[in-house]
C-alpha cells in the first residue's frame, strides 16, 4: 500500500507494543512478540499485515481475509477467521491510525523537500524573527515582523505575509499564502490555501458597490487541520476564529467574521457565509451551504449538499435545501416520492394506489 519511493520502510512494531498503543486486547496464547511491519485492507492483506473492520458493510471481506490480525470491535470478534489474531478494541478505527502513525510517522505532514537549501533561495525579511529548527523549503517568502517558532516547516513558493505569527510544530504546505492571521500550535495547512485576504464586503447600493475595508484578523487555534485549496477570509471589523482541534477538509470557503469550534468537521467544498457561527464537535457534510448570520449549534450534523438558512439547536441533525429536521426531511422526500408516482400512475389510467 505504501510505496517505497514516498516513505521508507517501517520498522516491526511487536504485537504487544501495538496493543498497548491501541488498547486493544492481547490475544490468548503466546504471540506478544510477533512483529508487523505493514498494513493494509482487508481485501488485501497478507500474514504479515494488519488490518481492521470498521464497517459492517465489510464483513465478508473480514471473513475471507488472510491478514495477520486484525483491530475489530466486541460485535464483529467472532466473524474474524481463525488465520488471523482478533484485535479487540473499542474503536477499530481510531486503533488503526494509531499503527499508522506509528509505523509512518513522516505521514503525519506534508514531506520536507530541500532544507538545506531553502533559506538560500527564500526571502525573509530583515524585521521576521526565525527560532531555531525552522525548516525552509526553496523560494519561500517572508514579510516583515513575521514570526515562526521552533520545528515549523513552510513548503516551497509560501508566502508568510508581514506580521503574520506561526506558532511552532506546524506545517504550511507549498503555495499557501497566509496574511493577516495568527496561527497556533501543530497547525496543519495544506498546499494552495488561502488565509487572510479580504472578506467580500460591499456596501450595495444603486450607484454602485462600495468596497468595505477588511481590518480583522484570522485566529486558528492549536492542533487545526486545514485541506488544500481551501479558502479563509480575515474578518472585517472583528476576526475569523478557527477553533482548537477543527478539520478542515479541501477546497471549502469560510468568509469573514465566521467562528468554528472546537474539534468542528468541515467537509470538502463546503461554503460559509460571513459572520456564522459553527459549535463545537458540529459536523458539515460535503458541499453544505450555510447562509450568514447564523448559530449551527454543538455537535449537530448537517447532510451534505443541505442549504441551511435558519439556526440549528445543538445536536440535532439536519438535511435538504432549504434544511429541515432529518425526520421531517425524509418525510418530505417520501412525500415528494409518492406524489410522482400517483401522477406516473394517473398518466398511465391507472388507479392510485
Not at 468596497?211 to 487555534?221: E, S, T
Not at 477553533?243 to 468537521?265: F, M, Y
Not at 434544511?323 to 425524509?330: G, H, L, Q, V
Request: proline letters at 7%; glycine letters at 12%; aromatic letters at 4%.
Amino acid at each position: 500500500m505504501a510505496g517505497p519511493h514516498f516513505f521508507p520502510a517501517p520498522a516491526p512494531l511487536r504485537l504487544d507494543d501495538i496493543c498497548a498503543a491501541t488498547g486493544a486486547r492481547l490475544p490468548d496464547g503466546d504471540h506478544a512478540g510477533l512483529t508487523f511491519a505493514a498494513v493494509a485492507p482487508l481485501d488485501r492483506a497478507g500474514p504479515h499485515d494488519i488490518s481492521f473492520l470498521e464497517n459492517p458493510k465489510y464483513i465478508d471481506a473480514l471473513r475471507a481475509s488472510r491478514a495477520g490480525a486484525c483491530l475489530v470491535a466486541p460485535r464483529y470478534a467472532d466473524k474474524v477467521p481463525p488465520t488471523t489474531l482478533a484485535l479487540v478494541v473499542a474503536e477499530p478505527y481510531v486503533a488503526f491510525a494509531r499503527v499508522l502513525a506509528l509505523l509512518y510517522p513522516q505521514a503525519m505532514r506534508p514531506a520536507t523537500l530541500l532544507p538545506q537549501e531553502g533559506r538560500a533561495a527564500s526571502f525573509i525579511h530583515a524585521e521576521a524573527r526565525l527560532e531555531d529548527g525552522v525548516v525552509l523549503d526553496p523560494c519561500v517568502v517572508i514579510g516583515a515582523g513575521a514570526e515562526i517558532g521552533a520545528g515549523t516547516h513552510i513548503g516551497a513558493h509560501a508566502v508568510i505575509g508581514a506580521g503574520v505569527r506561526i506558532g511552532r510544530d506546524c506545517s504550511i504546505g507549498a503555495h499557501t499564502t497566509l496574511s493577516h492571521a495568527l496561527v497556533g500550535n501543530n497547525v496543519i495547512i495544506h498546499p494552495g490555501t488561502r488565509i487572510g485576504q479580504d472578506g467580500f464586503g460591499f456596501a450595495m447600493g444603486p450607484g454602485g458597490h462600495l468596497k468595505v475595508p477588511q481590518v480583522g484578523r484570522v485566529i486558528i487555534q492549536d492542533h487545526v487541520e486545514i485541506g488544500a485549496n481551501s479558502t479563509i477570509d480575515r474578518g472585517a471589523i472583528r476576526d475569523t476564529v478557527i477553533g482548537e482541534g477543527a478539520k478542515i477538509d479541501n477546497l471549502v470557503q469560510i468568509a469573514h467574521n465566521v467562528v468554528i469550534g472546537r474539534h468542528a468537521v468541515i467537509v470538502a467544498q463546503s461554503g460559509i457565509s460571513g459572520s456564522t457561527e459553527i459549535g463545537d464537535f458540529a459536523a458539515l457534510g460535503g458541499q453544505a451551504g450555510i447562509t450568514g448570520h447564523l448559530r449551527i449549534g454543538a455537535g449537530a450534523q448537517i447532510a451534505a449538499q443541505s442549504g441551511v438558512m435558519t439556526d440549528v439547536p445543538a445536536r440535532e441533525r439536519w438535511g435538504g435545501s432549504p434544511a429541515r429536521p432529518m425526520r421531517e426531511w425524509f418525510r418530505t422526500l417520501l412525500g415528494i416520492e409518492q406524489l410522482l408516482k400517483q401522477k406516473a400512475d394517473e398518466s398511465k389510467g391507472k388507479e392510485p394506489e
